[in-house]
């Protein structure tokens, strides 16, 4: 299952049709990346790889929330915002 997992987040991340998807792939990626690392921690009995696990999962919130900066600041595209049409002059009170 896990193999499943990172066979279509490589392929998201190198197929995806825009940014967003590509993040997506990557978040995936790292999820399962730190779900293997956890799995091979307990089976080698090694503790350090659950300290690695733990920096990925870090480091994909990061992007997780670098990603939500960006798109916020980024104008729509159908003029549109926060999910309503923008209103015009006169129904802003302005002439």
Known sequence: MLAANLLVGVLRVSRGP???????GLILLSTTGTAVLLVLAHTVDEPALRVVAAVVVALAAVIVVSL???ERGRPRASGTER?????????????
């Not at 999910?83 to 002439?95: F, I, L, N, Q, T």
């Open 18 to 24: 825009d940014v967003r998807d590509r993040i997506a």
């Open 83 to 95: 999910g309503r049409p923008r209103a015009s002059g006169a129904e802003r009170g302005r002439p």
């Open 68 to 70: 939500v900066v960006h």
